[in-house]
């Protein structure tokens, strides 16, 4: 079964910094990898997604993801965090079998003070 | 920019009433998804529906549920008596294909069950 993990309930960055939120996966066959961020009372929104090709994703807002394949990991990564980016953080793996459903992790919640 | 819609926001009904959230998914999309988040906790899937019917459905997706899309734009999902755990968040979703293209999700009905 296909299955996503976000290790960190939450991340504490302060602005400028970089910012990492991990995010490991197990799949039976590709992996087909997203990330969505959610702000209060809002809906998720899509920021990049990994399908094929190169490892490193580009996506909204300057957010970029490392696809590691021996690390089953999918990160997303920001190099100067801005307090605007403070959300909640979900990942998300495709489950192409049948209706192609999104699986998410629990969410990660990160704060960027000033 | 196409976006998902859905109305109302926020429901409000009593246990043991039916209730039906609509959604108007992306006009070119095929793939259309319910998902629900009860507060502070991850997005889970509930159904997904192509070609008009079901492809798949979770084991939350009981008697009690079900979807429909009565016209060539609309796609609801309808609760019959409702429960207080069912009080959630509901997110309505859309892709042209169920793999490797993006979900886009709609802001989502806030139901409040009393």
């Known amino acids: 079964a296909q299955s996503v993990a976000q290790p960190e309930d939450q991340v504490n960055v302060a602005e400028g910094n970089p910012l990492t939120v991990k995010c490991t996966y197990s799949v039976s066959g590709n992996p087909y990898l997203f990330w969505y961020v959610q702000y209060p009372n809002r809906g998720l929104q899509f920021l990049l997604k990994?399908?094929?090709?190169?490892?490193l994703v580009k996506g909204s807002y300057g957010f970029e993801a490392e696809f590691n394949k021996s690390q089953t990991s999918f990160h997303l990564k920001k190099p100067s965090a801005l307090v605007s980016d403070s959300a909640l953080y979900f990942c998300a793996v495709r489950d192409i079998d049948q209706g192609g459903k999104l699986i998410f992790g629990q969410g990660t919640e990160l704060s960027v003070k000033p | 920019e196409p976006e998902v819609t859905q109305t109302p926001s926020h429901q409000v009904t009593q246990m043991g009433q039916e209730v039906i959230l609509r959604c108007v998914p992306i006009?070119?999309?095929?793939?259309f998804y319910w998902y629900r988040q009860i507060l502070g906790q991850k997005v889970e899937f509930l159904v997904s529906?192509?070609?008009?019917?079901?492809?798949?459905k979770s084991e939350i997706f009981d008697d009690q549920f079900s979807v429909e899309r009565p016209d060539g734009s609309n796609f609801t999902l309808k609760i019959r008596s409702t429960k207080l755990e069912d009080s959630a968040m509901y997110f309505c979703?859309?892709?042209?294909?169920?793999?490797?293209?993006?979900?886009?999700f709609g802001p989502g009905t806030r139901l409040t069950v009393l």
């Open positions: 990994y399908i094929t090709g190169d490892n």
């Open positions: 006009s070119n999309h095929l793939y």
């Open positions: 529906f192509y070609n008009n019917e079901i492809s798949e």
């Open positions: 979703a859309s892709s042209v294909t169920r793999s490797t293209d993006t979900q886009y």
